[in-house]
């Protein structure tokens, strides 16, 4: 089970932090990711980190103002979002894929577990 928390109504330019708990078995043989939906598109990828946090990935249009990281010990994931345009508005999602060290995937095929989402909206 993967659930989110941290999403809200924001002005662009604002900062938001989501954060995933998971109870999953053993958190550190997932690699985890944040995707997202915007209304009227598909599910698209936003971010990863490998299993043991040493690796990270990002989608072009988040780079530089997302940051992803994990605790192991809490079995949590966060994404920290700065300066945030509408754009980005959408439910984000946290997603866990058993896999191997390192590995970093980013096709939302790969997953295993979801969470139910978070609604982040970016508005004047």
């Known amino acids: 089970q993967l659930v989110e928390s941290g999403g809200g109504l924001v002005q662009p330019g604002a900062s938001l932090r989501l954060t995933c708990s998971a109870s999953?078995?053993?958190?550190?043989?997932?690699?985890m990711a944040w995707f997202r939906r915007a209304p009227g598109k598909d599910r698209e990828f936003v971010a990863v980190i490998s299993r043991a946090g040493t690796r990270t990935s990002y989608a072009s249009s988040v780079k530089g103002r997302f940051s992803i990281s994990r605790d192991n010990r809490l079995s949590t994931v966060s994404l920290q979002m700065n300066n945030l345009k509408p754009e980005d508005t959408a439910v984000y999602y946290c997603?866990?894929?058993?896999?191997?060290?390192?590995?970093?995937?980013?096709?939302?095929?790969?997953?295993?577990?979801w969470g139910q989402g978070t609604q982040v909206t970016v508005s004047l």
């Open positions: 997603a866990a894929d058993y896999t191997v060290t390192g590995a970093t995937p980013s096709d939302v095929a790969r997953f295993d577990y």
């Open positions: 999953i078995g053993t958190f550190s043989d997932y690699a």
